[in-house]
């Protein structure tokens, strides 16, 4: 079955992180095989006759993507794509349509889609999309955890550390931090050591690249080439990555093997 998300140590979540498919169809057939292929592989799916359906259903936490027909009754999949960007839905989406054109791929892939079928498609073919869809949404997950976790150790700082730690990040000595602030070099390395204690920071480039994600400005220090604290979504080569989502090969790949 599909293992889902591999958690950093410091998670607590308890709920069920199997990968979910959302699928947008207005036609019954086309759902039920793109339910059926999914569940094939171990995957939850939750299927839709329409988009205000699937924005009244509640979201499961865990990676997911969108599968979303080009061509519905009442709005066209490529304007909800729209609608849905603007008012926050981040899941990678997957077209499908029986009526695909060069100008209709173009827009979509554009407007942020992931990839685009004509229907009938291959099934190994819309296995293989969704699982990078998938690792795609789980990398964004972490990423926002990992940033959430950076804002909430941020915030435990007192004023005077904050201002420490932008003094640290700027590159600035202990002796020119304690002449910038009017405190003596002692009590600067005491306040600089609770930066870094709270931050969970090891080394100064961890400092730097932590703050470089709460917006703190900083000179020579942010010269340094550090690994962004998150990294592209769908640079599937990162292996500092903290996710992992595997998808089941689909029956006929398996009958094919």
């Keep these: 079955m599909v293992p889902g998300l591999r958690s950093t140590p410091n998670r607590t979540k308890t709920e069920n992180t199997t990968p979910v498919v959302y699928v947008i169809d207005d036609d019954e057939s086309i759902r039920f095989t793109l339910e059926s292929l999914a569940r094939s592989v ?10 205000g359906a699937f924005l009244a259903f509640p979201k499961h936490d865990a990676p997911s993507c ?3 027909d080009v061509r519905l009754r009442g709005e066209s999949g490529l304007a ?3 609608d849905a960007a603007r008012s926050g839905l981040r899941m990678p989406i997957l077209f499908i349509t029986a ?4 100008e209709m791929t173009v827009k979509a892939m554009k407007a942020g889609a992931l990839d685009f079928f004509e ?5 190994q073919d819309m296995i293989d999309a969704i ?3 998938l690792k795609r949404d789980a990398r964004r997950r972490a990423s926002e955890e990992a940033l959430a976790g950076v804002f909430a150790s941020y915030e435990s700082l007192t004023v005077r550390e904050k201002e420490v730690m932008k003094h640290v990040v700027a590159g600035l000595l202990n002796k020119q931090i304690a002449y910038e602030m009017n405190l003596s070099e002692i009590t600067v390395k005491i306040y600089r050591g609770q930066v870094m204690k709270k931050m969970a920071s090891r080394s100064l ?4 690249r ?3 994600a709460l917006g703190i400005e900083s000179t020579s220090a942010t010269s340094l080439k550090l690994a962004p604290l998150s990294r592209i979504a769908d640079d599937d080569d990162a292996t500092a990555s903290p996710v992992v989502v595997n998808v089941m090969p689909s029956p006929s790949a398996r009958r094919a093997s």
């Excluded at 009526?99 to 060069?102: F, H, L, P, V």
């Design 66 to 68: 969108l599968i979303l």
């Design 210 to 212: 932590k703050a470089e």
């Design 42 to 51: 171990g995957l939850r799916v939750e299927t839709f006759d329409s988009p």
């Design 80 to 82: 909800f794509q729209a």
């Design 99 to 102: 009526y695909g054109d060069i």
């Design 205 to 208: 480039p961890d400092l730097v």
């Design 119 to 123: 229907k009938p498609f291959r099934e």
């Design 131 to 133: 699982a990078h869809a």
